[in-house]
């Protein structure tokens, strides 16, 4: 079964700087897709960022970026230019490829993160 | 962006009856219906997966009998919590997933109490 394991429980950061949270992943698939997802304290789960696994090239939007390396099984989130509405749990997430009943999405444990004015 | 609403976002009900929950995709349709629970602090965990005008996949260790799911239209999934008790209480949200999509949109989640 897959897993995915967030090393990091709490992170904080000052404003402006720089952060990066970690996820790393455990499958045996070739071709799958990858997810960082946000939760602010209104529990609403909002989409951050996503990555296909078959493509090389690194997942950008905006200030979030991932660095992406699949012989580690390695899926982190980089923040740039941290503002105070980042301030929530992030979520890492792994999903199977199309197709029998797949798409069922397997969530790290997260990580608490603090932007500090 | 695809829109999924739930309903009620608080209920609070006794022990021993019943509650459901509803999650509406807005301005889509979805073919796949997601149930987690979320406990204070920790991770989601899927409890079931529905598929229209089918029976529910159930994760293991998730009572069917006591989790009812619906998926009976396109844009409707109704879960029903039986026979409430007190360790039933937690976070309930539902995702949606169209037809040509892969991505799943959540809806804004239902908090549970069961005095």
């Known amino acids: 079964a897959q897993t995915v394991t967030q090393s990091q429980p709490e992170m904080s950061v000052q404003e402006a700087e720089t952060v990066t949270l970690s996820c790393t992943y455990d499958?045996?698939?070739?071709?799958?897709?990858l997810f960082w997802y946000k939760q602010p304290p209104s529990r609403q789960m909002i989409l951050v960022i996503r990555?296909?696994?078959?493509?090389?090239q690194n997942a950008t939007e905006n200030r979030f970026s991932v660095n992406f390396q699949k012989a580690a099984k390695s899926f982190s989130l980089k923040i740039s230019d941290s503002q105070l509405g980042d301030a929530a749990m992030y979520f890492c997430?792994?999903?199977?490829?199309?197709?029998?009943?797949?798409?069922?999405?397997?969530f790290g444990k997260g990580t608490k993160l603090t932007v500090n004015p | 962006g695809a829109v999924v609403s739930q309903h009620p976002s608080r209920v609070i009900c006794k022990s021993g009856t019943s509650v459901k929950i509803e999650c509406r995709s807005l301005?889509?349709?979805?073919?796949?219906m997601f149930w987690y629970r979320q406990f204070p602090k920790k991770s989601l965990m899927l409890m079931a997966t529905?598929?229209?005008?089918?029976?529910?996949?159930?994760e293991q260790g998730v009572e069917k009998d006591k989790f009812l799911i619906n998926h009976a239209s396109l844009t409707l999934s109704t879960l029903t919590v039986t026979s409430a008790h007190p360790e039933d209480s937690s976070f309930y949200i539902c995702?949606?997933?169209?037809?040509?999509?892969?991505?799943?949109?959540f809806g804004p989640g239902t908090r549970l109490t069961v005095t």
């Open positions: 499958t045996s698939e070739s071709d799958y897709y």
């Open positions: 301005d889509f349709q979805a073919t796949t």
């Open positions: 995702s949606a997933r169209g037809r040509r999509d892969y991505e799943q949109y």
């Open positions: 997430a792994y999903r199977r490829p199309e197709g029998g009943g797949s798409e069922k999405l397997v």
């Open positions: 529905s598929n229209e005008g089918s029976k529910a996949t159930y």
């Open positions: 990555q296909e696994a078959y493509k090389q």
